[in-house]
């Protein structure tokens, strides 16, 4: 992990191309003074990607940004050395959250035809395609099919709750989300924790096993007694749910539009997003999360009240 502590020497040999406002002696006391700062960010992110991620990993590159920004910040511009930072350390943090996303454009690719794929057998068939139909339609076989799927799984660094945006306006800007913009996000986290209520019984006990309490797909498959196939074949179903049933409710534009209203699956995708909308509402969605979009409770029990 790289040191804490920043040298004369270090600051001599990193400005040798550049002439920064504030001495050495002043940039370092800025970097101590918010070295907490990387330390409460490198947290958050923590709280909303799976656990492979190390910890040190993104201390050391939060670190190396505070020490980055503390060169380049100039009092006179107005903006709050601490805002300054934290737009860098953030923008550090999610550098090295993509650089350990493994997974090639191959893979991606890959993923996004079987997605595809599978949303028009079950619109053909009118019921989730089984793995060697998937695996026959695109032309391979189950266990080429289900190692894309794994490697696809452990590249993702996002978690289900992790909302992150980005955009020029942080380089001069408070990153801090506004009152809107929190309100919004609230929303969309209250929106999503519904819509997981509100799947089916065993789409719901793999998404809640899989990803909220992290589980292995094995264990899953004995709970339910079924094959690991199986539960990777559900939760497929339950993410395309997912996906459709916030879209119907957040972005009605990109929600899809079934070619046959009429069919068993188009009237089962209907009932499941009016299930949502009767679950749900502003409160029971602001309920899901305390005033900083934080969740407020753990799984399985009552929420705070935000």
């Not at 201390?59 to 737009?87: E, I, N």
């Not at 690719?109 to 053909?124: C, F, G, P």
């Not at 065993?202 to 094995?218: D, I, N, S």
Request: aromatic share 4%; net charge negative; charged share 25%.
């Amino acid at each position: 992990m790289t040191s804490t502590v920043t040298t004369a020497a270090d600051f001599a040999a990193d400005t040798a191309t550049a002439t920064p406002v504030l001495t050495a002696r002043e940039q370092e006391d800025l970097i101590r003074q918010h070295m907490p700062l990387v330390g409460h960010l490198v947290r958050d992110m923590l709280s909303r990607i799976p656990n492979h991620i190390h910890r040190d990993d993104l201390t050391s590159a939060g670190l190396h940004a505070l020490v980055t920004a503390a060169r380049g910040w100039d009092p006179q511009r107005g903006v709050p050395f601490h805002r300054f930072a934290g737009t860098r350390i953030r923008g550090a943090l999610l550098d090295e959250l993509r650089a350990l996303d493994w997974a090639t454009r191959s893979v991606r690719s890959k993923a996004r035809n079987t997605d595809v794929t599978r949303q028009q057998l079950t619109t053909t068939l009118g019921r989730t395609p089984t793995p060697e139909e998937l695996a026959q339609a695109l032309g391979t076989t189950t266990s080429e099919l289900h190692q894309t799927d794994t490697d696809v799984q452990r590249a993702t660094v996002l978690s289900l709750q992790g909302f992150t945006t980005s955009s020029a306006d942080d380089l001069v800007t408070e990153r801090e989300p506004g009152p809107e913009e929190m309100l919004l996000r609230r929303e969309q986290i209250g929106y999503l924790h519904h819509a997981i209520s509100s799947l089916p019984d065993r789409l719901q006990t793999v998404v809640t096993e899989y990803f909220l309490k992290e589980r292995p797909m094995a264990d899953i498959a004995d709970d339910l007694g079924v094959t690991e196939s199986r539960v990777s074949q559900l939760r497929a179903e339950a993410l395309s749910l997912l996906k459709d049933g916030l879209n119907t409710h957040l972005n009605p534009e990109m929600a899809p539009v079934p070619d046959n209203p009429e069919s068993i699956t188009a009237r089962r995708r209907a009932t499941y997003y009016a299930t949502i909308a009767g679950n749900t509402t502003m409160h029971s969605r602001l309920a899901m999360t305390n005033a900083h979009g934080h969740t407020a409770f753990g799984h399985g029990r009552t929420p705070a009240a935000a």
